[in-house]
């Protein structure tokens, strides 16, 4: 059997196991490059040859992971992010495409004062996305990591030093900002989001392989935050900004409770590929007469 006749009997396979249509095709693909260790351009020059030895029962066996719903991302067990390849594995969020947008805000902010964005928390780094973007882009920043999983953080700790920014990013395990000491130019953040009763309407690839520390928001969905407004209210140096994911429909909310807050300042929304709003910038006002 060549190699496409076995993605394609994959495909197949894929598809009757209750997979969406549109994904069953990349899926099959993917999984096998992933089994060959070959890069696209082999894969596609050699989809006539027959398939080599051992490649059957080894392909077998990941499209079963994936026709249990295990993401493709943890079966491959990488991910990427802005260009960025990084491990991932079911004790992290997988990186997603829309939270791209937080480091485009955060180089525009640090754009605006040329260069001069010193102290950068990512709280809730998880893979360490954000952190390890944001320490390639931005060189003269110092970065603090935080989680309060410490399986996450050694992920993201693996993924910095893959990336040759291992010694640039300090990673404390704690809750969000607790004992982290000095005043931020930003925190940067996506919190879980999602409300605790929409938890199990959730995808079987999202509920059954990913953290829920990493997507629990209580009721409403706004525990999380509410906490990382109240800390950039608190912490952040005055001037300071919050760049922070939000959920779909939840901007509205997010606005409201950062007024309760009389020196945040929302100052830009981005929105998604999806049209969602997404991304919000908030400013930490400087006191009449001082920080
Ligand atoms: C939605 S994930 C985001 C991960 C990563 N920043 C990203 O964008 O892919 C949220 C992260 O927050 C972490 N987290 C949840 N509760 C936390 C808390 N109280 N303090 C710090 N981190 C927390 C989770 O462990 C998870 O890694």
């Given amino acids: 059997m060549t190699l496409a006749e076995h993605v394609a009997a994959g495909a ?18 993917v999984l096998a490059r992933h089994v060959l260790g070959w ?14 030895a051992a490649f059957a029962n080894r392909y077998a066996a990941v499209l079963d992971r994936r026709a249990r719903r295990e993401p493709v991302a943890t079966i491959v067990g990488q991910r ?5 390849v990084l491990e991932v594995n079911p004790t992290v969020l997988t990186p ?6 937080l480091v485009d805000e955060t180089l525009r902010l640090a754009a605006g004062r040329n260069g001069d964005v010193r102290r950068i928390v990512d709280a809730g780094t998880g893979s360490g996305c ?8 931005l060189p ?57 009763g929409d938890l199990a309407g959730l995808p079987p690839e999202v509920r059954g392989f990913e953290p829920r520390l990493a997507l629990a ?10 906490t990382l407004l109240r800390a950039a209210a608190e912490r952040l140096s005055a001037g300071g900004h919050l760049v922070m994911e939000a959920g779909a429909g939840q901007m509205a909310a997010v606005r409201a409770a950062a007024g309760r807050h009389p020196r ?18 908030l400013q930490r006002m400087p006191a009449m007469g001082g920080p």
């Fill in 39 to 52: 890069n696209r351009e082999a894969y596609l020059c050699r989809l006539r040859e027959p398939a080599p």
């Fill in 264 to 281: 945040l300042a929302v100052t830009r929304i981005r929105r998604d590929l999806q049209g969602i709003e997404r991304a919000v910038v």
């Fill in 130 to 137: 954000l952190a390890i973007a944001l320490a390639n882009e």
């Fill in 217 to 226: 928001g209580g009721p409403d969905g706004l525990d999380s935050i509410r």
């Fill in 12 to 29: 197949a396979r894929l598809g009757v196991s209750g997979l969406p249509a549109p994904e069953v095709g990349a899926d099959a693909a």
């Fill in 140 to 196: 003269a920043a110092r970065i603090i990591a935080t989680d309060i999983s410490a399986a996450a953080l050694a992920v993201a700790q693996r993924n910095a030093v893959r990336h040759g920014v291992g010694e640039r990013i300090a990673w404390v395990r704690t809750s969000w900002l607790d004992g982290v000491a000095g005043a931020p130019d930003v925190i940067v953040a996506n919190p879980p989001y999602v409300r605790d």
């Fill in 96 to 101: 997603r495409p829309e939270t791209e947008l």
């Fill in 80 to 84: 990427e992010f802005r260009g960025l």
